[in-house]
């Protein structure tokens, strides 16, 4: 009577066993892909910000003048998404037709609740993108990317209070390095191989100025877009992104263009487009490439902060600080000072501050993991010892 019993007992233990190893190779599959789409995000995000940053040079360098025009290439090329949002839907929506549990259980914020975030984060997004127009205009474009990277150190201080974000020693000596870094290029010597309209010292202050209030405004608009995924758009879908990238952008442009009207410059833009060094086609053209390249950069940005952080997603932005001035310097002739290569050094050390933090979460992390699966086993083990019992 008692051995049938103990080989049932031994047969639940094994088949136990036998889905707790199929689920952890599930999760192994899962967490592979998981990195595999954040690698490609990543690289979208490194691709498209140096082509838009020096398609923006590039515009101001051949005779580009307008501001306004140059921050409403930034948001204006989001109804090329459209599209895809379409598809992203019809297939959501049938994949909700399929699986239609639970969605009594799922969190529906009101209409005025999306309409107020999207237009909060369109201002805020405008509002930089201005910011960083101004910056660009006064500046050399190598200049302005190593000032940029200071988008880290805010980034970690909004996510602090608006996230829970711990700042520990290596993510403050981050903020420190890459603060120093951008300090320092006040004090570097007048460059004129900036392609706008600098002619002294109070232009490139107030490059700089414009510069790092755009950077403060765009890690606000990420550490904010991070607190908004995880409060108040659950469901974390592509579709999702897609909505955000495509509303924000909407109110952006609104905003923009109010600005575009009200100055009056949109009245230069047909002379600007003749008096273009390089033509009316590649007017248009490096206007196109800008606009594309910065959307397909923000789809892959809010991807990132999607799947990890906000925090996460800038630090992959610092990388291409020491990109960005090599290709200044190959492309437009710009001078690498040494200032601008001690300042590069700094922010490069601040990267890899951080880099070697989230290494070290990502260590424990797995120490955990690991913790919790011999835990386990043993439990499995007791289970079946006792069930013989």
Known sequence: MGEPQVEKQLDISFEEEADYMA??????RAKYKRWLEIGFNALLVLICLSAATLLGELYYKEGGKSTWMNSLVQTGGFPVLLPILFLNKRQENRASQNDNTHNNNNYNPSVWMFLSVYVFLGFLLGGSCMLNAVGLLHLPVSTFSLISASQLGFNALFSFFLNSQK???????????????????????????????SKGKGYVLVGFVCTLFGSAGYALLLSSTERIFRKIMRKRTMNEVMNVVIWQSFFATCAILIGLFASGEWKWIKAEMREYKLGKVSYVMTLVWNALSWQIYTIGLLSLIMKVSALFANVITTLSVPLIPVLAVIIFNEKMSGVKAVSMILAIWGFLSYGYQQYLDEHKLKADLSKAKEES?????????????
Not at 23 to 28: F, G, Y
Not at 184 to 194: A, E, W
Not at 377 to 389: D, I, P, Y
């Open 23 to 28: 689920t952890n190779l599930t999760s192994w």
């Open 167 to 197: 700042i520990t020693t290596y993510i403050a000596n981050s903020i420190i390095l890459l603060t120093i870094s951008s300090i320092l290029l006040v004090f570097q010597p007048d460059d004129s191989s900036s392609g706008g309209s």
């Open 377 to 389: 086993e043993v439990s499995l083990v007791e289970r079946g010892l006792n069930h013989r019992a």
